[in-house]
T-cell receptor
């Protein structure tokens, strides 16, 4: 079945360590996104990529990094510079273009990161 | 920056009754998309309904319908004949044309459905 796979579902990290969250999609979507979800804060955009080898910062990019070497993959690295990394992270994808698609984002099941 | 406001952190409805969740947004764009997403306890985000701003007709999907008031920048979600499975967080979202088509989300409304 087509969809978005995030791994791991749960991750524990010690302070000062970098961690990488995986996001893979087989929907043949050009655009991919990373959101962070905190209680009472909704979803906030970290990074997005509209095409391979290109990505842009979202609203809260500080302390995070991404890469887009393949169309189907968009991993997120949470670096030690991120002051409050404990959160739920959601990856999403969509067809690019304004009028050529329905505008819908398709989401993975999320990854819960806890810093000990 | 565009903002999406959901003024009701929590709502409650009895089974089989109707509930309306509010959403307002701020934008200078004339062409955009609006969405309601549902996030049940599993935390999987599910699209409930979508509205295109250039369409005047309110979108409907089975028991879910919207009241889209473009001039007032209001986009409320009505759930009719509420079911226990409707209990979830509901997020209103606005599609930003100049940020890689990312969605800008409100903070969410937690809906409780009582028997």
């Amino acid at each position: 079945d087509g969809g978005i796979t995030q791994s791991p579902k749960y991750l524990f990290r010690k302070e000062g360590q970098n961690v990488t969250l995986s996001c893979e999609q087989n929907l043949n979507h050009d655009a991919m996104y990373w959101y962070r979800q905190d209680p009472g804060q909704g979803l906030r955009l970290i990074y997005y990529s509209q095409i391979v080898n290109d990505f842009q910062k979202g609203d809260i990019a500080e302390g995070y990094s991404v890469s887009r070497e393949k169309k189907e993959s968009f991993p997120l690295t949470v670096t030690s510079a991120q002051k409050n990394p404990t959160a739920f992270y959601l990856c999403a994808s969509s067809i690019s273009g304004w009028r050529t698609n329905t505008g819908e984002l398709f989401f993975g099941e999320g990854s819960r990161l806890t810093v000990l | 920056a565009q903002t999406v406001t959901q003024s009701q952190p929590e709502m409650s409805v009895q089974e089989a009754e109707t509930v309306t969740l509010s959403c307002t947004y701020d934008t200078s764009e004339s062409d955009y998309y609006l969405f309601w997403y549902k996030q049940p306890p599993s935390r999987q985000m599910i699209l409930v309904i979508r509205q295109e701003a250039y369409k005047q007709q309110n979108a409907t999907e089975n028991r879910f319908s919207v009241n889209f008031q473009k001039a007032a920048k209001s986009f409320s979600l009505k759930i009719s004949d509420s079911q226990l499975g409707d209990a979830a967080m509901y997020f209103c979202a606005y599609k930003v044309p100049n940020s890689g088509y990312a969605l800008n989300f409100g903070k969410g409304t937690s809906l409780l459905v009582t028997p």
